[in-house]
C-alpha cells in the first residue's frame, strides 16, 4: 500500500467488529511507540494496554464518542473496541509531553490501520475517573486513551464546502464522512 492512502484509510474508527486483535499487538504498539520522536528525547510517556472485557467495560462510561455527532452515544455493546492503550505522562521526567503524545498517537494509528486495525484517539474522557480507574499517582497524568479493533465502518474523506463547516457527519448507512479542508487553503504561500 502506498503511504499516502495508508494515512487516507487511518481515519479515526468507532465501531468496531468483534474479532480479536492479533496476541501481540498491544505488545507491539509499545515496541513502536518506544522509537518515535521525542522532544529533547527525554521520553516522557509511558503506557498502560487494556484488553480485560471487564476493565473495559468499566472504562467505556467514561469516555466522549464523537462529540459532534449529537444523536450517537458511542459504540454499541457489540461494536465496541477490542483494546485500548493508555498514553500517561511521567511528571518526574517533563511537565508536558503534548508534542510527544501527538506523534505517537497517529504513528500508532498508522501502524494498526497497516494491518486492517482500525483506530480512535480519545481525548475527551472524564479525567478524574479514568485516574483512579487506572490506579495513577500524582507522578502520572493520563494524557490520551487510543481504541483500536477491526472496522465495523466505513469512514470517508470529503472536501470542506463551506470553509467554516469541518463537522464530521454519516448519512443513513452509518458511512461515516470526514470534511478536511483544501490544499489551497492550507498552504498560505511557497517562498
Ligand atoms: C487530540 C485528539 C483528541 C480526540 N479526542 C476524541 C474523543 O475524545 N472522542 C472521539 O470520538 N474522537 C476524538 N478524536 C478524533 C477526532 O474527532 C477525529 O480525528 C476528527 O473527527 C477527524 O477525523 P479523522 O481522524 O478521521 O481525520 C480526537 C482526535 C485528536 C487528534
Excluded at 458511542?74 to 485500548?84: C, H, L, S, V
Excluded at 483512579?132 to 500524582?138: A, P, S, T, V
Aim: glycine share 4%; net charge negative.
Amino acid at each position: 500500500m502506498k503511504f499516502n492512502q495508508l494515512v487516507e484509510m487511518t481515519r479515526s474508527c468507532r465501531r468496531f467488529d468483534q474479532k480479536d486483535l492479533p496476541q501481540d499487538f498491544l505488545d507491539s504498539l509499545i515496541e513502536i511507540a518506544r522509537i518515535c520522536p521525542s522532544a529533547r528525547n527525554s521520553q516522557p510517556l509511558k503506557y498502560i494496554t487494556i484488553d480485560d472485557q471487564d476493565f473495559m467495560s468499566r472504562l467505556f462510561p467514561n469516555l466522549l464518542w464523537a462529540g459532534a455527532l449529537k444523536n450517537w452515544d458511542g459504540p454499541e455493546t457489540n461494536e465496541r473496541p477490542k483494546a485500548y492503550i493508555a498514553m500517561i505522562l511521567d511528571k518526574s521526567i517533563s511537565g508536558n509531553a503534548a508534542w510527544d503524545s501527538g506523534i505517537v498517537a497517529q504513528t500508532l494509528q498508522l501502524y494498526a490501520m497497516e494491518q486492517g486495525i482500525g483506530s480512535c484517539i480519545l481525548g475527551s474522557f472524564d479525567k478524574k475517573k479514568i485516574t483512579e480507574l487506572l490506579e495513577l499517582d500524582d507522578k502520572h497524568e493520563i494524557q490520551f486513551l487510543i481504541a483500536f479493533g477491526y472496522p465495523l465502518e466505513k469512514r470517508v474523506i470529503v472536501d470542506v464546502k463551506e470553509e467554516s463547516d469541518v463537522k464530521y457527519y454519516r448519512d443513513d448507512n452509518e458511512v461515516h464522512y470526514v470534511p478536511k479542508r483544501s490544499v489551497q487553503s492550507l498552504l498560505l504561500r511557497k517562498i
